[in-house]
């Protein structure tokens, strides 16, 4: 599967942005999908995870209550709507996909480039 996300951008605290991230490919619900985020300087963090028809989810806790993790199988499209951006939130985000028999986990198969987000003080 190949992944593109976009939807990056400048904003100021407490804005919001969405992140997408559009999948080829016909077996999109078959993945496992994720987001997750690198800062300059510091190691890629996970975000948010999705089951593959969505049902389930999970989040880092530093985003938890703020951050929405979503998809659309039918678009083959995945989704993060971010609320209540902070300036620690500023980092190229990546969305990436899993297969296999546990959706969520450690270790995504694929990745797609990274969509910055900025956010200002």
């Known amino acids: 599967v190949q992944l593109q996300a976009s939807g990056g951008g400048l904003v100021q605290a407490g804005g919001s942005l969405r992140l997408s991230c559009a999948a080829s490919g016909r077996t999109f619900s078959s993945y496992g999908m994720g987001w997750f985020r690198q800062a300059p300087g510091k190691e890629r963090e996970f975000v948010a995870a999705i089951s593959w028809s969505g049902g389930s989810t999970v989040y880092a806790d530093s985003v938890k209550g703020r951050f929405t993790i979503s998809r659309d199988n039918a678009k083959n499209t995945l989704y993060l709507q971010m609320n209540s951006l902070k300036p620690e939130g500023t980092a190229a985000y990546y969305c990436?996909?899993?297969?296999?028999?546990?959706?969520?986990?450690?270790?995504?198969?694929?990745w797609g480039q990274g969509t910055q987000v900025t956010v200002s003080s």
């Open positions: 990436a996909a899993r297969s296999g028999a546990r959706w969520y986990a450690e270790t995504y198969d694929y």
